[in-house]
């Protein structure tokens, strides 16, 4: 089977090695990877994930039998339909399907007619409109972009001036272009943010055990929203049996949903989830893996990824498909300094052979590539060192202890991955 994956972060990184663990898979390719892909038994192709033209020839080219879309920029784009019309499969979502993440309206509307639990929102186009709304919600509250804006189109507001002043920006100003035509306005939740990954087959959701990301730049989260500094699985605040319940409430709901307008979900729906006081609440979907969730997720799967995919794919999934570790797995995530703002690339790397020695310890590479065979940074989030451990303490010593043996100049990395979970375990 030949598998064609598209992405070139930290993700994809641990999709391709996981996915080349099967015997299913004879060759496989990504579009356009990083450092660490092409390290794997892969093949780096300079593609962008955004070229559906040039990836369905590619795709077509090369006799490709299964597509894994990484990133939500293809999905939204509907990546998954032009494969599908060019009879290739693809694990992922179509075009409808994945404005559960692209369009936060669409997602509030879906969770309202599936009866999920979510915070209250009003859903405004007009700048009176929005002020009327925010009055009426009252401080604290969150003001979010509709569409796609690079992570920053959340923002959390503490006083109802905050509030107005980037109702403005946002309708006014336009800071975030035509992703901020609509915002959602939404109450402001309380509580441990736990992410929660369902396998989906069209029908059913089959939960993954819990992970918990990292989302602020520093310690104690504080600092600028990233994409993600760390994360690890399973998260103490959601245990395995909780979560798949969870999942019946808050995944299953808006499967249905979607079936019965004509598009079942395939591939991952990824519920971001606050555990408040009344309960797990949604607070976002995506239609994917996250980054850097996945890693640590993948470390901990023991059966075959490219079967599970196709099962979703096929309509045929079950519970005995996913088997995951009882261990924990851990990844911290290194960094340029300045991410998420601006920072400099091609830094040099030093230390990745020895690292890759050290027991349960994998380094998935996010923003790197190859110059002339020496690893040197191209992003932000550089590398993932992600490690297994028996329990949540020996996973987060393996991976602190592994990361520092890397020498990465003007790089710099979360202290406390893990310490939330820990502490609620009471170690
Ligand atoms: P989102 O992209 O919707 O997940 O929002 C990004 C981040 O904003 C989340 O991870 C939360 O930390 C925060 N956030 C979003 N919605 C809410 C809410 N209703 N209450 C409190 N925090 C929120
Ligand atoms: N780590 C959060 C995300 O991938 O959206």
């Known amino acids: 089977m030949q598998i064609l994956v598209l992405g070139s972060g930290g993700r994809e990184h641990a999709l391709v090695w996981k996915l080349a663990q099967s015997s299913l898979a004879t060759k496989i390719y990504v579009a356009p990877g990083n450092g660490g892909t092409a390290l794997e038994a892969v093949e780096n192709v300079p593609l962008a994930v955004d070229d559906l033209k040039g990836l369905v020839a590619f795709a077509r080219e090369k006799n490709i039998d ?133 396998f989906c087959d069209g029908k059913k959701a089959y939960a993954l055990p819990s992970a918990q990301d990292h989302k602020a730049a520093f310690d104690n989260d504080q600092g600028p929203n990233t994409g993600g500094m760390g994360a690890y699985s399973p998260a103490p605040v959601l245990s395995c049996a909780d979560g798949e319940h969870v999942a019946e409430e808050t995944v ?36 994917r893996f996250g980054d850097p969730e996945c890693q640590p997720l993948l470390m901990r799967l023991d059966s075959d990824l490219v079967q599970a995919m196709l099962d979703c794919v096929q309509g045929t999934m079950s519970k005995e498909r996913l088997v995951f570790s009882s261990q924990t797995a851990l990844g911290i995530v290194l960094a340029a300094q300045g991410y998420p703002q601006s920072y400099e690339r091609n830094l040099p790397i030093h230390g990745l052979d020895q690292v890759q020695k050290m027991a349960g310890v994998k380094v998935f590479h996010s923003g790197t590539r190859s110059d002339n065979g020496e690893i040197v940074s191209n992003g932000g989030r550089i590398l993932c060192v992600t490690a297994l451990g028996d329990d949540l303490q020996q996973a987060q010593s393996r991976a602190y202890a592994a990361i520092q043996v890397l020498e990465v100049p003007k790089s710099f990395y979360r202290r406390d991955i893990g310490n939330k979970g820990l502490k609620r375990l009471g170690a």
């Open 66 to 198: 299964l597509v894994v879309p990484g990133p939500e920029l293809p999905l939204t784009l509907g990546v998954t339909d032009a494969m599908r019309a060019a009879g290739i499969a693809c694990f992922g979502p179509d075009q409808y399907c994945a404005r559960l993440e692209g369009s936060k309206a669409f997602a509030k509307q879906v969770m309202q007619r599936a009866h999920v639990p979510t915070a209250k929102c009003l859903i405004v186009k007009t700048l009176a409109e929005a002020h009327a709304a925010i009055d009426k919600l009252g401080a604290p509250l969150v003001v979010k972009a509709d569409g796609l804006a690079a992570g920053k189109g959340v923002v959390v507001c503490q006083s109802l001036e905050e509030a107005h002043a980037q109702a403005e920006a946002m309708l006014g100003q336009h800071v975030f272009g035509h992703a901020g035509d609509v915002l959602v306005l939404e109450e402001c939740l309380q509580g441990e943010e736990v992410s929660l990954l369902c």
């Open 252 to 287: 299953q709901p808006v499967l249905d949903v979607l079936a019965s307008d004509g598009h079942p979900f395939v591939g991952i729906l990824y519920a971001g989830l606050m555990m408040t006081a009344s309960g797990p609440k949604v607070l976002e979907y995506n239609v």
